[in-house]
């Protein structure tokens, strides 16, 4: 009787694993033509996604943190007015100043550059020149319609995106979406010297702004670029500092953002010494 028992259960248990196998076989063969075409998508750039953090495009794995250091530079400095943008800058005496229409250059006898961008140039939808290939239909998978509808949250939806969030198991929007912005920042990032930190802040003192603050300076990188946007989410200005031969510190690029406003009148086309 013994015996019995021991060879039904060996017969259930069998039954029960083919059962299993059976079903684990059917759920493969339903979902296959959905996960297999992504899979394939995915395997093919596995291997540049995989590249060591110091690879090109140098900036794919950074993603944004709050700015930790917000100290203030108080030295003698100049005010900068141009395009309707201001701000102060703790670096005085002018060397050498190219104005070319849609960007502004201001270089210092201390060696610091400081590059304003036209917004009447600039101001446009961060992604959209980037997505000129894509199908409406794929944009549309990609990033949907709220993505595009705040300059922010474009901009922050790219640079927070990683390889490792790229997976064959996701949904096909989800999928395409990290898809498109992975290619979208390994754009922006391709021509980066060096691995570079993005902060995000708000600027201290009113918190009409807000933005991103992308450097190489832990790396001794000596090249600071600020993405700021309104409180509206309208628009969009882009500066950037180089130091040629100085160090650049963070209370000196605090100053600037801490001191960032917009000109109710466009006619402020000049500097201010």
Not at 159 to 180: K, N
Not at 219 to 241: C, M, N
Not at 247 to 264: D, K, M, V, W
Request: proline share 6%; charged share 20%; aromatic share 10%.
């Amino acid at each position: 009787m013994s015996r019995f028992i021991i060879d039904l259960e060996l017969i259930v248990c069998s039954r029960g694993y083919a059962l299993g196998l059976s079903i684990l076989a059917a759920v493969v063969l339903a979902s296959g033509p959905y996960f297999v075409p992504q899979t394939i998508t995915y395997y093919k750039p596995r291997p540049m996604l995989l590249r060591p953090i110091d690879a090109p495009p140098r900036g794919w794995s950074s993603v944004p943190r709050p700015l930790a250091d917000t100290t203030v530079s108080t030295g003698d400095g100049a005010t900068i007015s141009y395009f309707g943008l201001r701000f102060e800058v703790p670096w005085k005496g002018i060397d050498t100043e190219r104005n070319q229409g849609c960007t502004v250059e201001i270089v210092f006898k201390s060696r610091q550059a400081v590059r304003l961008s036209n917004p009447d140039c600039l101001d446009r939808n961060p992604i959209g020149s980037y997505t000129s290939h894509l199908s409406q239909e794929d944009l549309r998978l990609a990033l949907g319609t709220g993505v595009r509808e705040s300059k922010y949250d474009q901009y922050k939806a790219v640079i927070s995106t990683t390889p490792l969030q790229l997976s064959p198991f996701q949904s096909h929007r989800e999928f395409a979406r990290t898809q498109v912005l992975l290619e979208i920042k390994g754009l922006w990032f391709e021509h980066s010297p060096e691995v570079p930190e993005i902060f995000s802040f708000a600027t201290f003192a009113t918190k009409d702004y807000r933005g991103f603050e992308i450097n190489g300076l832990s790396e001794e990188g000596q090249k600071v670029a600020l993405e700021l946007f309104d409180r509206t989410d309208r628009h969009w200005f882009t500066i950037s500092i180089v130091g040629r031969g100085a160090i650049l510190t963070q209370p000196e690029i605090n100053r600037l953002i801490n001191s960032f406003s917009t000109t109710s009148s466009s006619s402020l086309n000049r500097l201010l010494k």
